[in-house]
């Protein structure tokens, strides 16, 4: 008996924590839509705000007249004040919709996408829903204006080294054998609230340097310096590579399309010159040096991942000028290449970055 009464008092109390569970969501809902209703006057008398200084924007640039002006001003704040209605009854309505059905409301299956997906019931036919209960909550509206973008960045090019004393002709390393590659991410943020003419670029890339030596030389490690010594044997390939992460500033300027809609601003720099200039720092994540020679008519290559006497921190200056997608890029690293040595190297590149 008692057994029974047990299990009995672990049933209720299951069928109690389920119908608490199953009320929560809803009413959880509710609160938020509250929340909502509240945020709602503030949003609109910010794109109100916004609307206006567009249109003092016009006015002073003689697009507008006064009269013309103050009829744009009038219809935005009717506009906004018929949105605020029209958007808190919706909002009323829904919690009353909610109140009224313990949450448990009918919606046709067209507006599913409109909704933001939740846990509920629905019937389907061949995988497509023909009616489903839910309380669901409106998407968020479109962002009014977006300061920050993000995008890939990948650069190419010819890599060398400035050494002191020394010109880059008479540079040990070959002009069109020595490449480097970079590709990483940046975000790009407008600086000025009202304009576009300069906007602040950050983010991070991989930068991948190679030196190839010129007069069948490689790089040789004796203690605190690396030289470069001639090879025993013919060489097919000799190359250094560094692999850094860094993370790049760069100040953008710039001219930009502005595009204005009742729901949203944009700058677009879409088929637009451009100018950077910035800087970047970071650490050497690695070295390697790769070999290709024949010995006794074998081919052999030779890959050796050591130190070779590399500066562990990676710092330099850095600017591109182009169009659109396509710009001319320009490295040039403040560390030497090597610590301690004798003579410093400092890492040059140039070439063409694209942001896509």
């Avoid at 640039?61 to 704040?77: C, P, T």
């Avoid at 209605?85 to 309505?93: G, T």
């Avoid at 489903?132 to 409106?138: I, P």
């Amino acid at each position: 008996m008692r057994t029974i009464t047990f299990y009995l008092a672990a049933l209720v109390l299951l069928l109690l924590s389920q119908n608490l569970m199953a009320q929560e969501p809803y009413q959880r809902k509710i609160e938020d839509l509250r929340e909502k209703k509240e945020k709602i006057t503030q949003q609109e008398k910010d794109a109100l705000k916004e609307e206006v200084e567009s249109i003092n924007r016009r006015l002073e640039r003689g697009d507008l007249s006064l009269e013309e002006a103050k009829v744009l001003k009038a219809e935005a704040a009717k506009k906004r004040a018929l949105n605020i209605e029209n958007r808190v009854a919706i909002i009323d309505h829904q919690i009353s919709l909610l109140e009224r059905n313990n949450g448990e409301t009918l919606t046709i299956a067209d507006e599913r996408d409109r909704w933001e997906d939740e846990d509920g019931f629905s019937i389907r036919i061949d995988g497509e829903p023909i009616f489903f209960t839910n309380s669901r909550r409106w998407k968020d509206d479109i962002k009014y204006d977006r300061r920050t973008y993000s995008d890939p960045v990948f650069a190419i090019g010819l890599n060398n080294a400035l050494i002191d004393g020394q010109s880059l002709d008479d540079s040990p390393y070959k002009v069109g054998g020595s490449r480097f590659f970079e590709m990483g991410w940046q975000w790009r943020t407008r600086v000025f609230k009202n304009s576009n003419w300069l906007r602040f670029n950050y983010g991070f890339s991989f930068q991948f340097n190679g030196l190839k030596p010129d007069d069948n030389q490689i790089f040789v490690q004796n203690g605190d310096q690396t030289v470069l010594e001639e090879f025993e044997f013919e060489l097919d390939k000799s190359k250094l590579r560094m692999d850094n992460l860094v993370f790049p500033v760069h100040f953008e300027f710039g001219p930009s399309r502005f595009r204005e809609t009742e729901k949203s601003i944009r700058y677009s720099i879409q088929n637009q010159f451009r100018m950077g200039v910035g800087g970047y720092g970071g650490f050497n994540l690695g070295t390697r040096q790769k070999l290709k020679y024949s010995r006794d008519g074998e081919n052999v290559k030779d890959k050796f991942k050591r130190d070779y006497n590399t500066s562990d921190l990676i710092y330099g200056i850095s600017g591109y000028v182009g169009f659109d997608e396509i710009l001319l890029y320009v490295k040039y690293d403040l560390n030497p290449i090597f610590k301690d040595a004798d003579v410093e190297q400092h890492n040059i590149s140039l070439g063409l970055r694209f942001d896509l």
